[in-house]
């Protein structure tokens, strides 16, 4: 099965970008409207989308094959990899939040998403980049799982416990 045939590209600014891979046209462009307010040095594209086939879904069916984004501000994308809409049935028509309670308090600049995320499972697992040494109390880097299909968040690792009802919180220093 195909994707479209797609040749499939990200800019700096996390447009995803379809095209023919024989003429090079244009097929199709999203544009998740990442705003321009978000500090340069982060502006980056370290990996293309993460291409997943949903076998469970119809063969025509919209969002089959489905394009994993995410974006400097802290969203996730499914995009259907042959039109190059979201996918309504994911998240909130398409999209998820991926920032935590608390993050509004550090800024965009200082938590963001810049490597592709990856399916294992049935499940779209991304991490995050912090800008580390600049407070006292960083920022949480955490790695989250959600469901490919629906967007349901299955599982967040949070890679220095700092949840003091978490057993491995013990082991590390205040």
Same mark, same amino acid.
């Given at each position: 099965e195909s994707a479209g045939e797609h040749l499939v590209v990200c800019s700096a600014n996390n447009y995803l970008i379809a095209l023919d891979p024989a003429s090079g046209a244009e097929r199709w462009r999203f544009d998740p409207q990442v705003e321009n307010s978000e500090r340069s040095m982060s502006r980056k594209c370290r990996g293309n989308a993460f291409y997943w086939l949903d076998e469970a879904a119809a063969e025509n069916q919209a969002c089959r094959h489905r394009l994993f984004m995410g974006t400097l501000d802290r969203r996730l994308f499914a995009i259907d990899a042959q039109t190059g809409r979201p996918c309504p049935d994911?998240?909130?028509a398409g999209e998820i939040s991926l920032s935590l309670p608390g993050d509004e308090r550090y800024g965009k600049q200082m938590v963001f998403s810049t490597s592709q995320p990856v399916v294992v499972d049935d499940k779209v697992v991304?991490? #995050?980049a912090i800008v580390d040494l600049a407070w006292r109390h960083t920022p949480v880097g955490n790695i989250i799982a959600f469901d490919a299909r629906s967007g349901e968040l299955r599982w967040r690792f949070d890679?220095?416990?700092?949840?003091p009802l978490d057993p491995?919180?013990? #082991?590390?220093?205040?």
């Open positions: 994911f998240g909130q991304i991490g #995050s890679i220095v416990p700092t949840d491995a919180s013990s #082991s590390w220093p205040a």
